[in-house]
């Protein structure tokens, strides 16, 4: 079945850094755009990346940009994020997120698969 | 601050009909898709509705939704007492060049 297991959360300082990934199973992972989605705790969703299928397509949230970095392997079907200068404020669980459509556009695209999330708590 | 707006709660009686709003804008709602994810508590969220008012397999037809404009809506009929859960909107904003979330409503059953 289709599947996505995040890892690499943990707990870490401000100002360190922290690389999680995401594996997926079950599909043809290079055929799909990925994105990266976390929740802080008691709050609502929050994306903060999306690749495109091949890898040559990245965007990312305001609040991320310049210090996440989303990438991905589509030999090992692995989805990253590297978070650099991390804050407080992105304590957070995070979720990876597989898009809906086979080489979708980015504007008609839905999350249909979830992983279970990973938690990540940057406190000093 | 949420791009798109949502009410925090909504509730109904058991069997009765719930429905959720979501308010966007012309750069996300207005031109793109909506979608809905329910999120129950302690769990991943779900998709429910994607392309404005599709279900993925698996998803009852209790669940519906529906935009016009630059607003959504997502509506819960017969509701029970697992339907108790967050619900978010979403859809790509194409100023930001990012998708954005509705705050969440949080559906109670009374």
């Known amino acids: 079945q289709v599947q996505l297991v995040e890892s690499g959360g943990g707990v870490v300082q401000p100002g360190r850094s922290l690389r999680l990934s995401c594996a997926a199973s079950g599909f043809t992972f290079s055929n799909y755009a990925m994105y990266w989605v976390r929740q802080a705790p008691g709050k609502g969703l929050e994306w903060l990346a999306v690749?495109?299928?091949?890898?040559?397509?990245?965007y990312y949230a305001d609040s991320v940009r310049g210090r996440f970095a989303i990438s991905r392997d589509n030999s090992k079907k692995t989805l990253f994020l590297q978070m650099n200068s991390l804050r407080t404020e992105d304590t957070a669980i995070y979720y990876c997120a597989r898009g809906y459509f086979p080489f979708g556009e980015f504007l008609l695209d839905a999350f249909d698969t979830w992983g279970q999330g990973t938690l990540v708590t940057v406190s000093s | 601050q949420p791009v798109l707006t949502q009410p925090p709660s909504a509730s109904a009686a058991p069997g009765q009909r719930v429905t959720i709003s979501c308010s966007g804008s012309?750069?996300?709602?207005?031109?793109?898709?909506v979608n809905w994810y329910q999120q129950l508590p302690g769990a991943a969220p779900k998709l429910l509705i994607y392309a404005n008012n599709r279900r993925p397999s698996g998803v009852p037809d209790r669940f519906s939704g529906s935009k016009s404009g630059t607003s959504a809506s997502l509506a819960i009929t017969g509701l029970q007492s697992l339907d108790e859960a967050d619900y978010y909107c979403a859809a790509w904003d194409g100023s930001l060049n990012a998708v954005v979330f509705g705050g969440g409503t949080k559906v109670t059953v009374l």
């Open positions: 690749v495109s299928y091949d890898g040559s397509n990245k």
């Open positions: 012309s750069s996300n709602l207005g031109p793109n898709t």
